[in-house]
């Protein structure tokens, strides 16, 4: 533990002079060694110059695979004995409390199975460079690896979303106080001056059969009366014959 908080520390100082602007990755993970993380460190890590990853109880090598994907990119990487998960709104703030410790410049707020398309790589010093302090994306919830799906409960590659921030010292953070889905960012965020990018997220966290009934039971267990999400939505988790879009670069 010690040796932790000692190399939290070290990556914590002054950022080092770039010529572009400075992001740092934060990300939660848990149990992703098998899943989609190589797939997001690898294609990310060129676009960032710090890392503050959350390891959320894994079992795995999720650890592991963290420090060799993103070998020669400081990272800070913090492991919870046992997950937090069930209180969501007290792992994001773990999450955005240990990112603002290394004061970021800017923060991209993406989950372990998430990916940014290549044209963020193309546009990223221009997007960073304007007067907004917020960027948004539309995500995509990808049902394979080559289709989306997009019905009256699966939308959400209709609005965009913000996975982009820049640090303000001195701002006050709220949340949205709830134990699911509290979002990933402080609502505090809402205020920033923002715009909308052509860059998008695949979201590949229902991609796999085994991965949506593993989402479904998750909700039944920890909001079975739809408290905190909608009741209809997390029934359709599990639709035979959904409607798909193929994907399209």
């Known amino acids: 533990m010690e040796?932790?908080?000692?190399?939290?520390?070290?990556q914590g100082k002054e950022r080092p002079v770039r010529n572009r602007p400075h992001?740092?990755?934060s990300m939660i993970v848990c149990n992703e060694e098998k899943r989609y993380l190589r797939q997001a460190l690898m294609t990310h890590r060129a676009w960032i110059d710090r890392a503050v990853?959350?390891?959320d109880g894994s079992t795995?090598?999720?650890a592991a695979m963290c420090k060799e994907l993103l070998h020669g990119i400081p990272l800070v990487l913090v492991q919870n004995p046992v997950s937090r998960f069930s209180d969501e709104v007290s792992l994001r703030k773990q999450q955005w409390e240990e990112t603002l410790s290394t004061n970021p410049e800017w923060i991209l707020n993406l989950d372990a199975d998430e990916v940014l398309t290549p044209d963020f790589g193309v546009l990223r010093d221009d997007l960073l460079s304007g007067m907004e302090e917020a960027i948004y994306f539309r995500l995509?919830?990808?049902?394979?690896?080559?289709?989306?799906?997009e019905d009256m409960y699966w939308q959400a590659h209709m609005y965009y979303r913000p996975f982009l921030v820049k640090y303000r010292p001195g701002m006050v953070y709220e949340w949205k106080e709830t134990p699911q889905h509290c979002g990933?960012?402080?609502l505090s965020i809402q205020h920033l001056p923002y715009a909308c990018h052509p860059p998008r997220v695949k979201h590949y966290g229902w991609a796999r059969e085994e991965d949506r009934v593993r989402k479904y039971e998750r909700y039944q267990t920890l909001d079975p009366e739809?408290?905190?999400?909608?009741?209809?939505?997390?029934?359709?988790?599990?639709d035979a014959e959904p409607r798909l879009i193929p994907w399209s670069d």
């Open 3 to 10: 040796e932790q908080e000692q190399h939290k520390r070290e």
């Open 23 to 25: 992001i740092t990755l």
């Open 53 to 55: 990853i959350i390891d």
């Open 60 to 62: 795995d090598g999720t």
């Open 140 to 149: 995509y919830d990808m049902w394979s690896e080559t289709a989306y799906r």
């Open 184 to 186: 990933r960012f402080p």
């Open 226 to 238: 739809a408290r905190y999400g909608w009741k209809e939505q997390y029934e359709s988790i599990l």
